[in-house]
């Protein structure tokens, strides 16, 4: 793939999908109008598992499926970090059927929390970090053109459920993620821009050694079958991990990445992130909007937790 338009960009709205002209299935009427389908699904959502659309995959869309996760499957082995392999063997996606995000959601959910929503198309990124926040992953469900299986200009079906799940079903990682979404719901623009290219060089794109060697970590590396050798190759610059120089460094996320960011330890990864999370405005200074933060904090666990309880009460009684 040369490169995914990740799912920093989603949209909840529209059931008309428009694709670019160098979208793969711009020319292809039938692609336009299943993906117009599979949008309106999502208005059936209600913010419960429950309720999260069952999708009719066809025997296309399987079999891209299955061409392209059994061969990430297969180069995940050697590029892929540990805690990758770790998500993958705890979800056990079926390497030959499109799994069902209510089914994948419902697993995620019983291990870290995070459940998946679904959406139509793309959305802003502030939108998307900050549901992040409430543990709630924004997800795309349509699949990628079958005339490029191996690239895909937006997050599909494949990006989220090989690239994002493992890393939601993953206490660590889930826990980050929901405290770079919880920095968004709070912070000012400058800082947002912050947090999307924080968010984009670690969760997205991130790379980290392991026993010495450099493995990818990130969704966006291993959900595309080009990127995830790619991404340890010459072909990319490897800087080490400084937050610093990460915030300051653009993207464009419709072209291949020609910088990534090299961490030497996951643990260090974590401990500046959580540095940097904490030198955010909103954090540093006992004010006003700091204690209005923490009193919205604690509304909005509270309400997570009953909102949880009625999840749970739904999905128990509901089947997949
Ligand atoms: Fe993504």
């Known amino acids: 793939m040369q490169q995914q338009t990740m799912a920093l960009q989603k949209s909840i709205q529209p059931p008309t999908v428009h694709l670019d ?3 793969p299935g711009f020319c292809d009427q039938e692609y336009k109008k299943r993906r117009n389908h599979i949008a309106s699904l999502t208005t059936k959502y209600q913010g419960t598992i429950a309720s999260i659309p069952l999708v009719q995959y066809t025997k296309q869309e399987h079999a891209v ?4 996760v059994s061969k990430l499957v297969k180069k995940s082995q050697d590029n892929a970090y540990q805690h990758h392999l770790d998500g993958l063997r ?5 390497p030959g059927r499109v799994p069902q995000l209510r089914t994948l959601s419902k697993q995620i959910m019983k291990t870290t929390g995070f459940r998946m929503a679904p959406v139509a198309g793309l959305v802003e990124p502030k939108v998307f970090l900050q549901a992040l926040g409430d543990g709630v992953f924004l997800s795309t469900q349509y699949i ?3 005339s490029q299986p191996g690239f895909t200009p937006e997050p599909d079906i494949i990006h989220e459920i090989i690239g994002h799940a493992p890393q939601l079903i993953n206490p660590v990682i889930a826990q980050i993620t929901r405290e770079i979404g919880k920095a968004a719901q709070h912070c000012d623009d400058k800082e947002l821009v912050q947090l999307e290219r924080l968010y984009w060089f670690t969760i997205e794109y991130g790379l980290c050694k392991e026993n010495g060697v450099v493995k990818a970590y990130g969704a966006g590396n291993l959900s595309s079958f080009n990127d995830i050798q790619r ?3 010459t072909k990319v610059a490897h800087r080490p991990f400084d937050i610093r120089q990460i915030i300051q460094t653009p993207y464009d996320p419709t072209q291949p ?3 990534l960011f090299v961490v030497e ?4 990864a974590l401990q500046e992130i959580r540095e940097f999370l904490s030198s955010l405005a909103i954090f540093k200074k006992p004010s006003t909007s700091r204690v209005r933060y923490e009193a919205e904090s604690k509304a909005r666990y509270q309400n997570k937790l009953r909102s949880t309880a009625r999840e749970k009460k739904t999905t128990k009684d509901s089947p997949l």
């Open 21 to 23: 002209a160098n979208h």
């Open 65 to 68: 499926w299955s061409q392209v």
């Open 90 to 94: 705890r979800l056990q996606p079926d």
């Open 144 to 146: 990628r053109h079958s």
């Open 231 to 233: 991404c340890l190759s």
């Open 257 to 259: 990445q020609p910088v």
């Open 265 to 268: 330890s996951f643990e260090e």
